[in-house]
């Protein structure tokens, strides 16, 4: 087990470096200046080398690689270009949205899934088994943007029970910070919920054909007690596997959520910060979300020894 | 898949009716081709140009003359889903081409070899995986900017690992096989059994994820172009007709609404399909039909 | 279902108006689409600084008013040498800083002595060049020389790059602005919104709000719902559109359609074959129906325009008839040009919604003609990078937003490529004539030269449109400059 960690930490740790490399000198070709953008169509190009300069933009490519890299390992991501305030303290603003977000996403498409796949497993084959499928379809091939309009529209502009968007930040209060937060959450959860729930049941239907749970039944063991007790602790690899990459997704895939809902999330720091040429927060947002896969894959790992007793010795 | 294979061949006939007789498969089907069919007519014939903006006939609500509506520029929505359905097919195709195209050799190389070759494709994988895949299509499309090509070129990317990764996994399971071990006596060499043996036998399961890639690809192009990244005008794409829509909600419903349906459908109709084929070809419930 | 909705809403109005039931509101939540990229209006060239902190927390020697006019703010009087060089200005006495410092004669002389530095990252280096030197007379007077007499000084030292700020404070303006306004800076929660409060003591009149919120809503889509639920109350200047219209007959708010200083032109590289012939400017001028493209692109908002110059601009003469849309005749310039059968070309589209849209109308247009535009949009850093500086381009939709700037057709290597040694005897001799009658002839005939010549596409000029709550009144109709001066700002009931 332990030489097994070990080895998977050496290859994500290799893997951060590649990805590293990667993520700079793609943003490297990029088109557009930083400086010139800051000081518009009047200034002179002195003034921009001027504004290069202090941003130290100048250097040459290696020693801000360098730099840049020696920073991240001391969580020290540097300076943003625009903003002129430490990389991490605008991450730690970010974090404070899309984090809660991606939880309350992750926590209501469990919620939903679950549920629905228990139901549709224990009912195979009948009528509700088939429409809640049937439903769950159509969720993992609806666009969350698309649903996200639908939501504003209904909860925000007709019945007006919540915010159409924006954040107003923890310090006024939870319950504001949390009603800007439902119906994006909600709209990012239900396709989730809906590729879980089939999981879900798919899951349920290969382990309740195995032998012991034969035998449980033959025992007279009651279907619900047979499902809880013994499927569904049995089912939930695929399921924790799923919910790891939906978790991973739903941190760095919010982009679009974020912009229906203008919500200031890590998301929309990256499109803005794309959009103002100030790479060096690109570039560090994309290492702490690739870091954050790797991280969650390895959780994910771990934790099917936990579910599943029989894993734990094998390595 | 395991122990059905090799033994006794059902005809075309038997597989078509078994086909027929999936509901998902029928229904998928029928969906899937309605649209291409009107992605085909498109490239002849569209109700109105959409290349000609009319101004003064924008924003008419559905009518007779205009089934399904015009937008603020006053083109014929109809024509215009048309048109994004061939654009939509277009790019997921091309960029599950991409994906198979790379990743299937690949993974197919990495199971035939094992060893190191095996490590550093999975390796490889890793690292594909770790990046968000629509964060990096948005830096991607930055760098070399908005265009439906580089849309195709990020999508295709993150589609090369799931590939290797099914291709890998399906021709592991048939390598150790009994018709493989007869097939290296009689000398054959790792590709020709790849090409002729492991390949025929994992097509299936290639062609399960191949439905669910270009369902996903339909989703990556309409977001990428909701953002404003993907497909550009004067080309019709749905996702760029949802992105105009959004602020029209109220005045123009028909905008949002109809795109939105045409993704749904789609993506829709190629996931029942994928499931459809997965089921046919699933050799237990093969064995309980 | 129906029964549910009229609980649910008669509880959300019940909520609603408990808390409005008082003395009239005091505190207004503003949207606007682009946030600034820091709070320093003197280092940077984005208009956003400005429309938060302009005439709010920042102040200057003069102001621009409403209307474009020029008033005293910082200075509360000025006179002028007879050879119009030397400006005295006579500071007001008893103003603070948000930070508690005196306000005098010494900060100015500061201020404008780091703006023309030459570590100056100031955007508008230029408006400073013509400064000699500044000399501080007593605290309340300043001395300005000017190497040549320039009758816009004045009106420059209004602009939001020339405010007025603090030695000890100008290096953290940028995260914590401190000025001498009626508004002190609060807070910003970086891509969500910035929060001014009523700053004490402040020398002018009294103010009619306490809490000012500049609330980031990046495009229409989320800018319409947040109004309509009654999260923002004010969008000062915001393109919206065809949504307009649903805005429009909610009687909860009021539309004021204004003008800007934003010349829309359809920029053409006169250098790059085919568009160094006149004959190819001519054929596009005749294939564009601005009627068509003001209706898709502005809402049927923006006012037509024939030549480089505001149509609210007493000097403004009307030369949208000197191509007029006429397909029939485009088709017959360009056959005469030498391109019977049209030809393919770039059109490079910043992100802005009239350049976007408009261009897609325009791309549409010259189809007509067989000029076949591949339309390629592009971030204002690649625009700046592409269009502007290495000018590698063939068209570009932009709005010039800079007010008077005709002389811009007059520089040197500025990236339409134009160069008319006629147009430009007629801008110096503008330059050095001050009888306004004179001026405005000199502007007429620059104007004439420019449409003749069809230098760029002259599409339209950029309405601004402002929505605000009905109950809200004092917020600018139209946009001299790039601001939302809220010192006249106050709820109605």
């Known amino acids: ?315 | 898949m395991s122990d059905a294979m090799p033994q006794k061949p059902e005809t075309l006939a038997e597989l078509i009716g078994r086909a027929l007789a999936n509901r998902s498969f029928v229904i998928g089907l029928a969906i899937t081709l309605l649209i291409a069919a009107m992605a085909l007519v498109s490239f002849f014939w569209t109700p109105y140009d959409v290349t000609r903006l009319i101004v003064a006939d924008r924003m008419q609500p559905p009518s007779w003359k205009h089934w399904f509506g015009t937008d603020h520029f006053g083109r014929d929505v109809l024509s215009m889903i048309m048109i994004g359905a061939r654009n939509s097919i277009a790019v997921a195709f091309v960029a599950v081409g991409i994906g198979m195209g790379v990743g299937v050799p690949l993974g197919c190389w990495a199971a035939a070899r094992g060893g190191w070759i095996d490590e550093m494709l999975m390796r490889f994988n890793d690292l594909v995986f770790a990046f968000p895949a629509l964060l990096s299509a948005v830096m991607i499309t930055a760098v070399f900017g908005p265009s439906a090509i580089n849309a195709i070129i990020a999508i295709g990317i993150f589609n090369v690992p799931v590939f290797a990764r099914v291709a890998r996994a399906g021709a592991l399971s048939i390598w150790p096989r009994e018709y493989i071990l007869a097939a290296r006596a009689a000398g054959k060499g790792p590709s020709r059994i790849t090409l002729e043996h492991v390949l025929p036998n994992i097509a299936n399961l290639l062609l399960v994820q191949g439905t669910i890639q270009f369902a996903l690809g339909i989703l990556a192009e309409a977001g990428l172009s909701y953002v404003g990244l993907g497909t550009q005008p004067p080309m019709a794409s749905w996702g760029r007709m949802l992105f105009d829509a959004q602020t029209l909600m109220m005045v123009a419903p028909w905008l949002a609404l109809f795109p939105g349906c045409a993704i749904l459908l789609a993506v829709l109709g190629l996931n029942l399909l994928g499931d459809g084929i997965a089921d046919i070809f699933d050799p237990r419930t093969r064995r309980r039909a | 279902m129906k029964q549910w909705k009229t609980i649910l809403t008669a509880a959300a109005i019940a909520l609603a108006s408990s808390t409005a039931a008082f003395a009239a509101r005091t505190d207004l939540v503003l949207g606007m689409p682009l946030e600034p990229p820091h709070l320093d209006p003197t280092a940077g060239a984005a208009a956003a600084i400005d429309e938060v902190l302009y005439a709010n927390v920042f102040e200057g020697l003069t102001r621009i008013g409403s209307r474009g006019e020029v008033l005293p703010d910082l200075a509360e009087s000025w006179t002028i040498s007879d050879d119009g060089k030397t400006y005295t200005f006579k500071l007001r006495s008893g103003v603070k800083f948000h930070d508690g410092s005196d306000f005098n004669a010494d900060d100015v002389k500061f201020s404008l002595d780091r703006a023309r530095g030459e570590n100056s990252v100031n955007a508008q280096k230029g408006l400073f060049a013509p400064i000699d030197t500044v000399e501080v007379v007593d605290p309340t007077t300043v001395k300005v020389t000017l190497k040549n007499p320039l009758g816009s000084f004045l009106y420059n030292l209004g602009w939001g790059d020339a405010v007025i700020v603090a030695p000890e404070s100008a290096e953290t303006n940028k995260e914590k602005p401190i000025g001498t306004g009626p508004f002190k800076f609060q807070n910003w929660a970086k891509g969500s919104a910035i929060t001014l409060v009523k700053a004490d003591g402040y020398w002018g009149d009294p103010i009619g709000l306490d809490k000012a919120e500049f609330r980031i809503i990046p495009d229409a889509a989320a800018a319409i719902p947040a109004l309509l639920s009654g999260d923002v109350q004010a969008l000062p200047n915001f393109a919206l559109g065809d949504a307009l219209a649903q805005v429009r007959a909610d009687p909860r708010f009021k539309v004021v359609i204004g003008t800007t200083e934003g010349e829309t032109v359809l920029s053409t590289n006169n250098k790059k074959p085919p568009f160094d012939n006149l004959k190819v400017r001519q054929a596009i001028a005749h294939a564009i129906d601005r009627k068509a493209l003001i209706d898709g692109a502005t809402g049927g908002l923006g006012t037509p325009i024939g030549s480089h110059f505001a149509p609210h601009n007493p000097a403004y003469v009307d030369l949208t008839g000197t191509y007029p849309y006429d397909v029939a005749k485009a088709k017959e310039l360009l056959r005469e040009a030498g391109h019977p059968d049209g030809f393919k070309a770039t059109l490079k589209l910043p992100p802005v919604g009239y350049a976007r849209q408009g261009g897609e109308i325009i791309a549409s247009q010259m189809r007509e003609i067989g000029i076949d535009l591949q339309i390629i949009p592009v971030e204002w850093a690649e625009w700046l990078k592409q269009v502007f500086k290495d000018k590698d381009y063939d068209l570009s939709i932009v709005s010039h937003t800079e007010p008077n700037d005709i002389d811009i057709y007059a520089r040197k290597d500025y990236y339409f490529n134009y160069d008319n040694p006629a147009f430009n005897k007629v801008i110096d001799e503008l330059n050095l004539t001050s009888d306004e009658a004179k001026r405005t002839e000199l502007y007429k005939q620059a104007q004439k030269i420019l449409a003749d010549d069809a230098v760029n596409g002259f599409l339209f000029e950029l309405p601004k449109v402002g929505i605000w709550d009905a109950k809200v009144e004092g917020l600018w109709e139209n946009s001299p400059i790039q601001a939302n001066d809220l010192t006249k700002v106050k709820w109605t009931d």
């Open chain 1, 1 to 315: 087990m332990t030489a097994y960690l070990l080895k998977r930490l050496l290859i994500g740790a290799a893997t951060l470096v590649v990805a590293s490399l990667v993520v700079f000198l793609m943003l490297e070709v990029v088109p557009g200046d930083p400086a010139r953008l800051m000081l518009g169509m009047s200034a002179s190009d002195a003034q921009v080398e001027l504004l290069r300069d202090q941003m130290g933009l100048n250097q040459p490519l290696i020693v801000r690689y360098l730099d840049w890299a020696r920073g991240l390992l001391s969580l020290d991501f540097g300076k943003s270009y625009t903003y002129s305030v430490p990389v991490i303290d605008l991450i730690r603003e970010r974090l404070v949205v899309s984090l809660p977000l991606a939880l309350i996403a992750l926590a209501l498409s469990t919620l939903i899934a679950i549920p629905v796949g228990l139901f549709a497993a224990a009912r195979r084959g009948k009528a509700a088994d088939t429409a809640a499928m049937a439903v769950a379809q159509v969720g993992v091939a609806m666009p969350n943007f698309w649903f996200a309009l639908l939501l504003v529209y209904v909860f925000a502009v007709w019945l007006r029970l919540v915010p159409a968007g924006g954040f107003p930040g923890w310090g006024n209060g939870v319950w504001p910070a949390l009603k800007a937060l439902i119906l994006p959450a909600f709209a990012l959860a239900l396709p989730q919920a809906a590729i879980l729930s089939r999981v879900t049941r798919a899951a349920l239907i290969e382990v309740l054909g195995e032998d012991y749970i034969r035998t449980a039944r033959a025992k007279g063991m009651p279907q619900r007690a047979v499902l809880w007790r013994h499927a569904l602790r049995n089912a939930m690899i695929p399921v924790l596997t799923i919910m790891g990459l939906q978790f991973a997704f739903l941190l760095a895939g919010t982009i679009i959520i974020e912009n229906v809902f203008y919500l200031p999330g890590l998301g929309r720091l990256i499109f803005q910060a794309i959009t103002q040429r100030d790479l060096i927060v690109v570039e560090s947002v994309v290492m702490l979300l690739v870091a954050t896969v790797i991280v969650v894959n390895l959780l994910v790992d771990l934790s099917y020894a936990l579910v599943d007793p029989r894993l734990r010795t094998r390595q």
